[in-house]
T-cell receptor, first 114, second 114 residues
Framework: GAVVSQHPSRVICKSGTSVKIECRSLDFQATTMFWYRQFPKKSLMLMATSNEGSKATYEQGVEKDKFLINHASLTLSTLTVTSAHPEDSSFYIC??????????FGSGTRLTVV | AQKVTQAQTEISVVEKEDVTLDCVYETRDTTYYLFWYKQPPSGELVFLIRRNSFDEQNEISGRYSWNFQKSTSSFNFTITASQVVDSAVYFCALRSGGSYIPTFGRGTSLIVHP
């Protein structure tokens, strides 16, 4: 089936630094990828829709200057959390839209900002 | 607008019991897709099933079965003879035909005790 690889799985960074999370579709081309944030014991909150070759579409309330999304190729989308603060600590998960399987998810990234 | 309701926040059962996770959806589209995902404690979301709105046939896969009822806008998921490894959060999701953006329910946390 479709596989999405997300890296890193865990990252700890200092407050004020930036962190980049990668999401790759391994065996299919993904023109559309999604970035979610999940708080403990909560549902997935869609942050943005990433379209290859164009600007991402952000959901209401998500700061696009803080959460930079780049989808430069059909197999890679990146999310950069800029000037991270402790309140950005969360579980971030990406997914890619595949014609057969629907939404295939990455394994998630646990971000801790100290 | 589309909406997915998983009314059960948490279900606790003893191993070998059968358990049904409820999912009720709302959409104005006649073409739509329904999904179930499993999120074990490790965090990744595992695809379980996709069903389109024109296929009301129930499906069985091993101990898993799904009951799709358009008349009640429900897509319930039953685990037969539950096992400890079934312990996870289960998400139901809906994608209407006119959109690539899925809507997730809040998830149901299933705890299976030995």
């Amino acid at each position: 089936g479709a596989v999405v690889s997300q890296h890193p799985s865990r990252v700890i960074c200092k407050s004020g630094t930036s962190v980049k999370i990668e999401c790759r579709s391994l065996d299919f081309q993904a023109t559309t990828m999604f970035w979610y944030r999940q708080f403990p014991k909560k549902s997935l909150m869609l942050m943005a829709t990433s379209n290859e070759g164009s600007k991402a579409t952000y959901e209401q309330g998500v700061e696009k200057d803080k959460f930079l999304i780049n989808h430069a190729s059909l197999t890679l989308s990146t999310l950069t959390v800029t000037s991270a603060h402790p309140e950005d600590s969360s579980f971030y998960i990406c997914s890619a839209l595949d014609r057969i399987y629907g939404y295939t998810f990455g394994s998630g990234t646990r971000l801790t900002v100290v | 607008a589309q909406k997915v309701t998983q009314a059960q926040t948490e279900i606790s059962v003893v191993e070998k019991e059968d358990v049904t996770l409820d999912c009720v959806y709302e959409t104005r589209d006649t073409t739509y897709y329904l999904f179930w995902y499993k999120q074990p404690p490790s965090g990744e979301l595992v695809f379980l099933i996709r069903r389109n709105s024109f296929d009301e046939q129930n499906e069985i896969s091993g101990r898993y079965s799904w009951n799709f009822q358009k008349s009640t806008s429900s897509f319930n998921f039953t685990i037969t003879a539950s096992q400890v490894v079934d312990s996870a959060v289960y998400f139901c999701a809906l994608r209407s035909g006119g959109s690539y953006i899925p809507t997730f329910g809040r998830g149901t946390s299933l705890i299976v005790h030995p």
